[in-house]
């Protein structure tokens, strides 16, 4: 049996998790004020935007080795192989500490670098279960999921700048939100900023724009739930009237990163 592994910034709720039988979830830890927690599922994280707001000290780490060792052995002494996806190796180190438990373990683990974020790692993870409930096998799974990371991609913008910076994930001076101005990101393996668009609908414009027209499948994230995408969406859907555009809301260590009002589109290319 092929057992699918990811962080918990890939967002899915216990139901979903449960419905796809063969997925975990590894905790990725984060602090508000004082306070430690762990992420869980997306169900399971309560109202944290309140206890960030006013809050400046806000970080982020990736989650503990001993949390990757238990889930690897678990699965491995059941006689799983494990396929494990996590965040972008260039923004968290979370890739490391996978790659260390599996070589803890051992047993036949394989920590695929997603290359992602969010919304974009569970369009990854997606495939991956996808492949193994079909009855693919392991190194055809692996080899398909270095291949189609390359088609995945992020389009995204926020309101402030301050949580980017704070977490050191902005390192392009250009970026603005000044007067009527706001940012529009890539995420590749790491944040690109493009541009500084000025005023509301410029900014959807440039976001739908940056979307590639041979899309498949798109994810709306947002972080908060009052977050107001509905334009957006709809900008998409008559865009590409063919794909099916599901909607997230970013859990707490994303969140903490982006900062209240940020939103984005993840979508993935056809072969």
């Known amino acids: 049996m092929i057992a699918i592994v990811t962080d918990s910034t890939v967002g899915y709720s216990t139901a979903e998790i449960a419905s796809r039988g063969i997925l975990s979830e590894v905790p990725v830890n984060y602090q508000i004020g004082q306070n430690f927690y ?15 707001a006013g809050q400046p000290l806000c970080k982020t780490a990736q989650p503990s080795l001993n949390n990757f060792i238990a889930t690897f052995r678990s699965l491995v002494e059941r006689g799983c192989d494990v396929i494990c996806l996590v965040l972008s190796s260039a923004l968290s180190g979370t890739y490391s500490s996978a790659c260390f438990a599996a070589q803890q373990v051992g047993g036949n683990i394989r920590v695929v670098d997603s290359g992602t974020i969010g919304a974009g790692m569970h369009l990854l993870a997606d495939e991956a279960v996808n492949m193994a409930k079909g009855g693919f096998g392991f190194e055809e799974i692996v080899k398909h999921l270095e291949s189609l990371k390359r088609k995945i991609g992020i389009v995204f913008t926020v309101e402030s700048l ?69 334009e957006f969406t709809q900008m998409l859907k008559n865009r590409f009237p063919a794909v099916n555009i599901h909607q997230r809301v970013l859990g707490p260590v994303l969140s903490i990163h982006t900062g209240p009002g940020a939103f984005g589109a993840a979508y993935i290319t056809k072969e």
Do not use: Q, W
């Not at 992420?39 to 960030?52: C, K, Q, T, V």
């Not at 977490?167 to 590749?188: E, I």
């Not at 410029?202 to 994810?219: F, H, K, Q, W």
């Open 38 to 52: 762990e992420e869980y599922a997306s169900d399971r994280n309560g109202n944290f935007l309140p206890l960030m």
């Open 162 to 230: 301050d949580r980017l910076a704070a977490g050191g994930r902005l390192n392009n001076a250009k970026a603005n939100t000044s007067l009527n101005l706001r940012p529009v990101f890539d995420l590749k393996g790491k944040i690109l900023f493009r541009l500084n668009a000025r005023g509301h609908r410029e900014r959807l414009d440039e976001m739908c724009a940056r979307i590639p027209e041979n899309a498949r499948r798109l994810i709306v994230a947002r972080c908060g739930e009052r977050t107001d995408v509905s």
